[in-house]
């Protein structure tokens, strides 16, 4: 067990639609990243908040957004959803000093989205 | 910009032979190198990791990778492999100052008994 927990697990729902992916990091950990999981694009870095604000930006479509919360959940909005965001997002946290990636990553295990 | 090529997307071994995964990555300055593990089903788990300290790093379940910055590689080793070790394995590489992890493609990795 990483720590970082995200739900839903699973979620299907139809092209079009909005849906939020969340994520809680493990306890202490300020650093939350988003990742997309695909057969052909592999892993694609997303996006990354540190303690609230955002740090780094990815290949994040615009039509995606995602923030930080004072509790340090995060959480991922995909909206007007599209056949091609079927994919694993995948949620990580870290305790790396202000977002320098010197560490290890705790990954969730993973939302699964299927856009019909 | 950084970048990671893993050799081979399917690497297929008999228990108890050698593992190797190979990694090679393409980064302006000195990077910091993962080898990252996913087993079905599951997130993924952090093997191992180089940060510029000894160029032969030790992980978890036996695993090891050896820091060629000649040949700007980093590849993934195991003397015995273990129908455990089945999973795909992930190169990764950060540039410390760079806030954002790039990953492989992956290896996966079958084990035949």
């Known amino acids: 067990d990483s720590g970082v927990t995200q739900t839903p697990k699973h979620l299907i729902t139809a092209t079009g639609q909005r849906v939020t992916l969340r994520c809680s990091p493990r306890?202490?950990?300020?650093?939350v990243y988003w990742y997309q999981q695909s057969l052909d694009q592999g892993l694609q870095f997303l996006i990354q908040y540190y303690n609230g604000e955002e740090r780094a930006k990815g290949n994040i479509l615009e039509r995606f957004s995602a923030q930080q919360f004072p509790d340090l959940h995060s959480e991922l909005n995909l909206s007007s959803l599209e056949l091609g965001d079927s994919a694993l997002y995948f949620c990580?946290?870290?305790?790396?000093?202000?977002?320098?990636?010197?560490?290890?990553?705790?990954f969730g295990e993973g939302s699964r989205l299927t856009v019909l | 910009a950084q970048s990671v090529t893993q050799l081979g997307s399917h690497v297929s071994v008999s228990e108890g032979a050698l593992v190797l995964l190979r990694c090679n990555y393409s980064?302006?300055?000195?990077?910091?190198l993962f080898w990252y593990v996913q087993y079905p089903n599951q997130g993924l788990q952090l093997l191992l990791k180089?940060?510029?300290?000894?160029?032969l790093v030790k992980g978890i379940n036996g695993f090891e990778a050896e820091f060629k910055k000649s040949e700007t590689s980093f590849h993934l080793t195991k003397p015995s492999a273990h129908m455990s070790d089945a999973a795909e394995y992930f190169c990764?590489?950060?540039?410390?100052?760079?806030?954002?992890?790039?990953f492989g493609k992956g290896t996966l990795l079958t084990v035949n008994p």
């Open positions: 990764a590489v950060s540039r410390g100052s760079n806030y954002k992890l790039t």
């Open positions: 980064s302006s300055v000195p990077p910091y």
């Open positions: 990580a946290s870290s305790d790396d000093d202000r977002g320098r990636v010197t560490g290890e990553l705790f």
């Open positions: 180089y940060t510029s300290a000894a160029t």
């Open positions: 306890s202490g950990d300020l650093s």
